[in-house]
């Protein structure tokens, strides 16, 4: 089973981050803000949707129960994906991006996971750990164009 276990992480097709932090709840809050407030290009449904530059550190926040903001990211272009949580434990399912990930997302823990999007179209996130009575409707965005 360990020797299973251990070939997964290179063969399988679901991988976690390889780097996790420390961060602290507000801190994270903060950064997210300022992100938002530098790189908002419109808003749906109240969430903000985002577009960082090709190579800078997007950021999104996991909290109930929805994923926050909306990114619209290029195709072929490298970011680090921030991901953190500011209230409760939450799944993340990001699948059909290049690489699928599926991972836990804890408060006070930063994930960054570097992300090369290489086909367009609009990718769900899902929550895939019971985050409260909404858990039901937690979802996001990942929008890539050219």
């Known amino acids: 089973m360990f020797t299973a276990m251990v ?3 290179a063969l399988g097709e679901q991988r976690i981050p390889v780097e996790s932090y420390r961060v602290d709840q507000a801190t994270f809050q903060s950064e997210v803000d300022a992100f938002v407030e530098a790189r908002q290009i ?3 449904g109240g969430v903000p949707v985002v577009e960082p530059m090709p ?6 926040q996991a909290m109930m129960f929805q994923f926050r903001p909306v990114l619209q990211l290029q195709r072929g272009e490298t ?8 209230d409760v434990q939450h799944g993340l399912s990001l699948l059909k991006l290049g690489t699928s990930y599926n991972f836990q997302v804890l408060p006070g823990y930063l994930y960054v996971i570097r992300l090369t999007p290489e086909e367009t179209g609009e990718f769900s996130l899902v929550c895939n750990e019971f985050c409260g009575l ?9 929008v890539v164009v050219d």
């Open 79 to 86: 970011y680090r994906l921030l991901v953190s949580s500011t």
């Open 55 to 60: 190579g800078e550190d997007a950021y999104l």
């Open 134 to 142: 909404g858990h039901h409707v937690m979802t996001g965005r990942i």
């Open 42 to 44: 419109g808003e749906e």
């Open 7 to 9: 070939a997964w992480q």
